[in-house]
């Protein structure tokens, strides 16, 4: 069975840093790019970063340059979403996310159930 089990989500203030962590099994962690999405109720889930399979390239929306760093540990088949300088916007459910390739359309091929990140002023 795939899982893509999300950790690390939580209150913290404005200004503070989270680390998310997304642990997959059932499927070939390597061969598929990993990204993170985010959403809010009532609104369209949001592309927030991804990492390709080749190379560990690395993708971020506008919205989170500079301030998020994606990573992905292949031995563990673990990735990471390094959250710094967070913003009361950034509060939302994060979900970690596989497809064949890197890209922000939410046409992932696996999906976890998602943290809860909530940032006080």
């Known amino acids: 069975e795939v899982q893509l089990v999300e950790s690390g989500g939580g209150l913290v203030q404005a200004g503070g840093s989270l680390r998310l962590s997304c642990a997959a099994s059932g499927f070939t962690f390597d061969a598929y790019a990993k990204g993170w999405f985010r959403q809010v109720p009532g609104k369209e889930r949001e592309w927030v970063s991804c990492i390709t399979r080749i190379g560990g390239v690395t993708l971020y929306a506008d919205s989170v340059k500079g301030r998020f760093t994606i990573s992905s540990d292949n031995a563990k088949n673990t990735v990471y979403l390094q959250m710094n300088s967070l913003k009361p916007e950034d509060t939302a459910v994060y979900y970690c996310?596989?497809?064949?390739?890197?890209?922000?359309?939410?046409?992932?091929?696996?999906w976890g159930q998602g943290t809860q990140v909530t940032v006080s002023l």
């Open positions: 996310a596989a497809a064949t390739r890197c890209r922000a359309n939410p046409a992932y091929d696996y």
